[in-house]
T-cell receptor, first 113, second 113 residues
Framework: LAKTTQPISMDSYEGQEVNITCSHN???????ITWYQQFPSQGPRFIIQGYKTKVTNEVASLFIPADRKSSTLSLPRVSLSDTAVYYC??????????????FGKGTHLIIQP | NAGVTQTPKFQVLKTGQSMTLQCAQDMNHEYMSWYRQDPGMGLRLIHY???????DQGEVPNGYNVSRSTTEDFPLRLLSAAPSQTSVYFCASRRGTDRNEQFFGPGTRLTVL
């Protein structure tokens, strides 16, 4: 199973763009990269998923270089409400196993006024 | 749609007691899973199911049982509660075609004395 490494915590300010990078050196060919957001006392919420290059939705962008050994979650113009823990997951559950279900400790993002 | 629902929200048990945490989803999702989250930690997979009648162990299955008799329900049973099982428990589900996009329930906060 691909292991991920991400910073334990990050700080930023309202209105800034925040980039959180995740390393996954042993990512497999069929693996996808998925990011979740978790607020205190709530279950994680899916943010974005990608396989290669760039994916963008209404909430965030995900940048994946050609070698796919890392990925960067980009949050544009953050607000105080973006303070949360962000998890990077790598895997492919299409085969029916538990691959891709492993959450690390995540990155605790703190947004200040 | 109610999404993923969990009951109870809070529970206090004494060591040695048994109980069942309920999880239900109304999205006709094939896959369901149970996680536990301890303070300052990420989520750890307990058990998962790829369809009715099929279950498998995750990272930390000891002390827990599951069954999947219907698509909608995936209860988690604690056979003989121990203080080490004090945690927040999350249930999640996803469609078979949506790889790692899981939908999480609100969680059950369990304390074992």
């Amino acid at each position: 199973l691909a292991k991920t490494t991400q910073p334990i915590s990050m700080d930023s300010y309202e209105g800034q763009e925040v980039n959180i990078t995740c390393s996954h050196n042993n990512i497999a060919t069929n693996d996808y990269i998925t990011w979740y957001q978790q607020f205190p006392s709530q279950g994680p919420r899916f943010i974005i998923q990608g396989y290669k290059t760039k994916v963008t939705n209404e909430v965030a962008s995900l940048f994946i270089p050609a070698d796919r050994k890392s990925s960067t979650l980009s949050l544009p113009r953050v607000s105080l409400s973006d303070t949360a823990v962000y998890y990077c997951l790598v895997g492919d559950w299409a085969g029916g196993g538990a691959d891709g279900l492993t959450f690390g400790k995540g990155t605790h993002l703190i947004i200040q006024p | 749609n109610a999404g993923v629902t969990q009951t109870p929200k809070f529970q206090v048990l004494k060591t040695g007691q048994s109980m069942t945490l309920q999880c239900a989803q109304d999205m006709n999702h094939e896959y369901m899973s149970w996680y536990r989250q301890d303070p300052g930690m990420g989520l750890r997979l307990i058990h998962y199911s790829v369809g009715a009648g099929i279950t498998d162990q995750g990272e930390v299955p000891n002390g827990y049982n599951v069954s999947r008799s219907t698509t909608e329900d995936f209860p988690l049973r604690l056979l003989s509660a121990a203080p080490s099982q004090t945690s927040v428990y999350f249930c999640a589900s996803r469609r078979g075609t949506d790889r790692n996009e899981q939908f999480f329930g609100p969680g059950t906060r369990l304390t074992v004395l």
